[in-house]
């Protein structure tokens, strides 16, 4: 009796071992399968950028990309020995072209905010812009948002800097809502409109993009930071990327390429200095 007890623990014993370890086994391939791979493991580097911003990130005719961001996009994966491809990443499209895993990085105008934390990284940012107005050359007299009280103001659907604008103390608007910044531009240019507000480099584009007519007031409402955009968990690849961007104001390439984009716009280009980074989780 004792020899068959004594056999039957022997064989619950091995049961248990066997469960253990297809377990142990199993959580170890999940982990392997949710672990996202280092940028800094990786020959190419997919990056998400602007199609629809001119000086920021725009397609020309034959499909390329061109604007700041594409450069700087450029120079901090040449500083990590990485080659680039790029992918169109519309203001919707940038957080799920990360959660996807379908992008190793955005460029795209994403400023950083507590909300975004949650479900992305950044490096950076890798420069500080401020929610501005553009309106154009012909109005006289207007020297700050106030002047612009009660005025009409294009946006773009659900964008936050109405939100902002319509903070400031004793400030009124009227704001006419579009799809699209182009859609602001042909608003403003038959007066259905009195101005557009939105980050300045923005503003700045459309500005160069006309070539005359418009203006920036340079209101500074309010400092948005733009980051580079990364998934979660890979913090070696965002301090590697924290210190291309240190290097690209060190050594003036980014002051070069503000001056290449936005010089003549209106846009203060008077101090470009390094921003303070986001710590890399």
């Known amino acids: 009796m004792a020899e068959?007890?004594?056999d039957a623990a022997m064989r619950v014993t091995a049961v248990r071992t066997a469960l253990v370890?297809?377990?142990a086994g199993g959580l170890l391939t999940a982990c392997g399968q949710g672990g996202n791979e280092s940028l800094l493991d990786k020959s190419t580097l997919v990056v998400g950028v602007r199609p629809d911003l001119p000086g920021l990130g725009s397609r020309t005719p034959d499909g390329r990309f061109e604007g700041f961001d594409i450069d700087v996009a450029r120079y901090v994966a040449d500083r990590l020995g990485k080659k680039v491809r790029f992918v169109e990443a519309l203001a919707s499209e940038r957080i799920p072209l990360l959660t996807s895993g379908r992008a190793d990085m955005?460029?795209?105008?994403?400023?950083v905010t507590?909300?975004?934390k949650t479900r992305i990284a950044y490096a950076g940012p890798y420069y500080i812009s401020y929610?501005?107005?553009?309106v154009r050359s012909d109005e006289r007299g207007i020297n700050g948002v106030r002047n612009l009280k009660s005025r009409r103001f294009c946006a773009v659907e659900g964008a936050d800097p109405t939100k902002r604008l319509l903070a400031i103390h004793g400030m009124t608007a009227r704001i006419v809502p579009a799809k699209d910044y182009d859609q602001c531009m042909a608003m403003i240019?038959?007066?259905?409109v009195d101005a557009i507000t939105t980050n300045d480099v923005i503003l700045a584009g459309l500005v160069r993009r006309e070539g005359h007519g418009f203006r920036l007031i340079n209101a500074r409402i309010s400092e948005q930071n733009t980051g580079i955009g990364l998934q979660?968990?890979?913090p070696d690849g965002c301090e590697a990327l924290n210190r291309a961007i240190t290097q690209m104001y060190q050594d003036g390439t980014a002051a070069k390429l503000m001056r290449k984009w936005f010089d003549g716009t209106g846009l203060d280009l008077s101090i470009i200095e390094i921003p303070q980074f986001?710590?890399?989780d």
């Open 106 to 111: 955005v460029l795209a105008t994403l400023s």
């Open 4 to 6: 068959f007890l004594l």
């Open 278 to 280: 986001e710590g890399c």
């Open 189 to 192: 240019k038959d007066r259905r």
């Open 114 to 116: 507590p909300e975004r």
């Open 232 to 234: 979660r968990g890979d």
């Open 131 to 134: 929610q501005d107005v553009l």
């Open 21 to 23: 370890a297809v377990l």
